[in-house]
């Protein structure tokens, strides 16, 4: 038996269920980081303000801020063995909403992210067919998205394999699926950024990608690199707590949240290097394509990869990246959801997998037929899917980053997670930073992405 585990303990993680290994935890995580924030929101973010400056102002957040938020959110579950909303209750029981957001807001995200999902599934099948030369046209994404069958076909196709693999269980399927997975993406996104780096004309893209401008860098930026670094780390959405209570204890929580910040961070880089460069050429170095936004990833880039030789297999290895890193994030979007109702309701995997999948699909169709028939429905001036991004990412995550902050530092005090990640006589040798962090920069940052996002969101600000 492992050093520090007493027989109590190993008999709650055989009934819960779990990673079988650190390797299969870090594997799990990670790749629930890795998703379309990394290869579709990162570019576009980076390209757009300013390159260089953009992605060291990135790392040096997700070195400091992402970090400390990791190690807090996998304490708060592996501490309570329990998902968002009785993890927070069983805390503090003031804390309750945040558990609540905690369960909300992977359910709203899951069903909209799978839409997404859906369209690069499409884009595998238009390589895979030889279609390049079709989704190269300007109007091919537009027409596309706004069909009504089709793109809920594909979504349901991505949310039905999601559920297959939740079904399968926390070490049976995710583990393994994460297991395989992250090596191969990685191989893709290494080669991929490579093939464009060679590219005849890509030096100065790389210059734009690389040198920080520091006549670019302000609040704006910083801002904007942040509220990346939630979304890319899969922070404030309760996944984090939850692939927590999964963890073993005698696995070290400060060198695996070391670990998921390095992978996800490789990732957002090498996603950078092979697309700001490709579209730098492909553009002339014209600024206004590199602010292409949204676009990059489904319009730009088809036609980046159309005027390269070979572009078709870059494309088609682009586009399994791309699902490779979907499908994984979706997978514990959909576990998060599925964790929370087996705990409150005491349901089995299987029902709670099955209700979850179709609450997606009644939310998920609403949102693909936005683009299309239902274009002229608007929330808040914001289309279906907008509007669910929206509600998640710059209202609901910030106020349940803020307060796990709270929580965390002020509340239950920084020492207790401090004292979880030395369970089993682990070291946390970065432990007075991550104190410092949780305490006083988070809360005052997590503030400041928001103020600015409302600004920005309802037009009191220029963005
Ligand atoms: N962290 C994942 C990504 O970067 O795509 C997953 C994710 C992020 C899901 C943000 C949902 C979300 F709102």
Same mark, same amino acid.
């Given at each position: 038996?492992?050093?520090?585990?007493?027989?109590?303990?190993?008999?709650?993680?055989?009934?819960?269920?779990?990673?079988?290994?650190?390797?299969? &935890?870090?594997?799990?995580?990670?790749?629930?980081?890795?998703?379309?924030?990394? @290869?579709?929101? %990162?570019?576009? !973010?980076?390209?757009?303000?300013?390159?260089?400056?953009?992605? *060291?102002?990135?790392? $040096?957040?997700?070195?400091?801020?992402?970090?400390?938020?990791?190690?807090?959110?996998?304490?708060?579950?592996?501490?309570?063995?329990?998902?968002?909303?009785?993890?927070?209750?069983?805390?503090?029981?003031?804390?309750?909403?945040?558990?609540? @957001?905690?369960?909300?807001?992977?359910?709203?995200?899951?069903?909209?992210?799978?839409?997404?999902?859906?369209? /690069?599934?499409?884009?595998?099948? /238009?390589?895979?067919?030889?279609?390049?030369?079709?989704?190269?046209?300007?109007?091919?994404?537009?027409?596309?998205?706004?069909? =009504?069958?089709?793109?809920?076909?594909? &979504?349901?196709?991505?949310?039905?394999?999601?559920?297959?693999?939740? *079904?399968?269980?926390?070490?049976?399927?995710?583990?393994?699926?994460? =297991?395989?997975?992250?090596?191969? $993406?990685?191989? $893709?996104?290494?080669?991929?950024?490579?093939?464009?780096? =060679?590219?005849?004309?890509?030096?100065?893209?790389?210059?734009?990608? !690389?040198?920080?401008? %520091?006549?670019?860098?302000?609040?704006?930026?910083?801002?904007?690199?942040?509220?990346?670094?939630?979304?890319?780390?899969?922070?404030?959405?309760?996944?984090?707590?939850?692939?927590?209570?999964?963890?073993?204890?005698?696995?070290?929580?400060?060198?695996?949240?070391?670990?998921?910040?390095?992978?996800?961070?490789?990732?957002?880089?090498?996603?950078? #290097?092979?697309?700001?460069?490709?579209?730098?050429?492909?553009?002339?170095?014209?600024?206004?394509?590199?602010?292409?936004?949204?676009?990059?990833?489904?319009?730009?880039?088809? +036609?980046?990869?159309?005027?390269?030789?070979?572009?078709?297999?870059?494309?088609?290895?682009?586009?399994? $990246?791309?699902?490779?890193?979907?499908?994984?994030?979706?997978?514990?979007?959909?576990?998060?959801?599925?964790?929370?109702?087996?705990?409150?309701?005491?349901?089995?995997?299987?029902?709670?997998? /099955?209700?979850?999948?179709?609450?997606?699909?009644?939310?998920?169709?609403?949102?693909?037929?936005?683009?299309?028939?239902?274009?002229?429905?608007?929330? @808040?001036?914001?289309?279906?899917?907008?509007?669910?991004?929206?509600?998640?990412?710059?209202?609901?995550?910030?106020?349940?980053?803020?307060? =796990?902050?709270? #929580?965390?530092?002020?509340?239950?005090?920084?020492?207790?997670?401090?004292?979880?990640?030395?369970?089993?006589?682990?070291?946390?040798?970065?432990?007075?930073?991550?104190?410092?962090?949780? +305490?006083?920069?988070?809360?005052?940052?997590?503030?400041?992405?928001?103020?600015? %996002? !409302?600004?920005?969101?309802?037009?009191?600000?220029?963005?």
């Amino acid at each position: 038996m492992a050093f520090g585990r007493s027989a109590r303990v190993e008999m709650e993680e055989k009934k819960r269920g779990g990673f079988s290994s650190k390797i299969g &935890f870090v594997m799990a995580a990670a790749s629930s980081a890795v998703g379309l924030g990394n @290869l579709w929101r %990162f570019p576009y !973010l980076a390209a757009d303000y300013g390159g260089g400056v953009f992605l *060291l102002s990135y790392m $040096l957040l997700a070195a400091s801020f992402g970090f400390a938020m990791l190690v807090a959110e996998i304490g708060i579950g592996r501490m309570t063995r329990l998902s968002a909303v009785a993890a927070f209750r069983k805390l503090d029981r003031r804390f309750h909403f945040c558990g609540i @957001l905690g369960l909300l807001i992977p359910a709203l995200i899951t069903p909209y992210y799978s839409v997404i999902g859906g369209w /690069v599934t499409k884009y595998i099948a /238009v390589y895979a067919t030889g279609a390049d030369s079709a989704a190269a046209q300007n109007a091919f994404f537009g027409a596309y998205v706004s069909k =009504t069958g089709e793109p809920i076909f594909w &979504f349901l196709v991505f949310i039905i394999l999601s559920g297959v693999v939740v *079904l399968l269980g926390v070490d049976k399927g995710i583990e393994r699926l994460s =297991t395989i997975l992250m090596p191969i $993406l990685l191989l $893709l996104a290494a080669g991929i950024a490579v093939y464009t780096v =060679t590219r005849p004309g890509a030096g100065a893209g790389i210059a734009y990608y !690389l040198t920080p401008d %520091f006549s670019k860098m302000n609040g704006k930026t910083i801002l904007a690199a942040l509220g990346q670094l939630f979304y890319s780390l899969s922070l404030a959405m309760g996944i984090m707590v939850t692939y927590g209570s999964y963890m073993r204890r005698e696995d070290r929580i400060e060198t695996s949240a070391f670990q998921i910040t390095f992978f996800d961070s490789l990732v957002a880089f090498l996603a950078g #290097l092979m697309i700001v460069p490709a579209v730098y050429i492909f553009s002339g170095g014209d600024e206004s394509a590199m602010k292409a936004g949204p676009g990059l990833m489904f319009v730009t880039l088809p +036609k980046v990869f159309h005027s390269f030789a070979g572009g078709r297999i870059v494309g088609l290895a682009f586009f399994a $990246l791309a699902f490779f890193a979907a499908i994984t994030s979706s997978v514990s979007l959909v576990e998060t959801v599925v964790s929370n109702v087996m705990d409150l309701l005491h349901w089995k995997r299987k029902p709670a997998t /099955v209700f979850m999948i179709l609450w997606c699909i009644v939310l998920g169709i609403p949102s693909s037929l936005g683009f299309g028939i239902w274009d002229s429905v608007r929330i @808040l001036g914001f289309d279906i899917l907008d509007f669910m991004d929206f509600l998640t990412n710059t209202l609901m995550m910030p106020i349940l980053a803020f307060f =796990t902050c709270v #929580l965390v530092g002020f509340v239950l005090k920084p020492e207790k997670i401090i004292a979880e990640a030395q369970a089993c006589g682990a070291r946390f040798r970065t432990k007075r930073f991550f104190a410092f962090i949780i +305490k006083w920069i988070a809360p005052v940052g997590i503030i400041a992405i928001m103020a600015s %996002f !409302l600004a920005a969101s309802f037009g009191w600000m220029n963005w």
